[in-house]
């Protein structure tokens, strides 16, 4: 129940910052690849970002450069930093764990982008 929770969506106008955490009550989150995804009404889910246990990360196209991913394994928590936000960026931000059979999601955080 409740194994991954976002939080820190919000409203923030054109070129604001804001950071989302996910706070993962798994076990085993250090050998997780964890990931942002983000989706809008009456459209796919797409990456956002992901990062694996060792640390490599990758972004969608649309948020490179502006975005980041980071982990604390100490503290289970992933982190997704963004910068220079669009309001195409607004979407339900939602977090995600896979290791082996396992494929967790959070709930999602809203983030709404706009002046």
């Known amino acids: 129940q409740k194994q991954l929770v976002e939080s820190g969506g919000g409203l923030v106008q054109p070129g604001g910052s804001l950071r989302l955490s996910c706070a993962a009550s798994?076990?085993?989150?250090?050998?997780?690849?964890m990931a942002w995804y983000r989706q809008v009404p009456g459209k796919q889910r797409e990456l956002v970002a992901r990062?694996?246990?060792?640390?490599?990360?990758n972004y969608g196209d649309s948020v490179k450069g502006r975005f980041t991913i980071s982990r604390y394994n100490a503290k289970n928590t992933v982190y997704l930093q963004m910068n220079n936000l669009k309001p195409e960026d607004t979407a339900v931000y939602y977090c995600?764990?896979?290791?082996?059979?396992?494929?967790?999601w959070g709930q999602g955080t809203q983030v709404t982008v706009s002046s």
């Open positions: 990062i694996t246990n060792g640390g490599t990360t």
């Open positions: 995600n764990a896979v290791f082996v059979e396992y494929n967790y």
């Open positions: 798994l076990i085993s989150f250090s050998v997780c690849t």
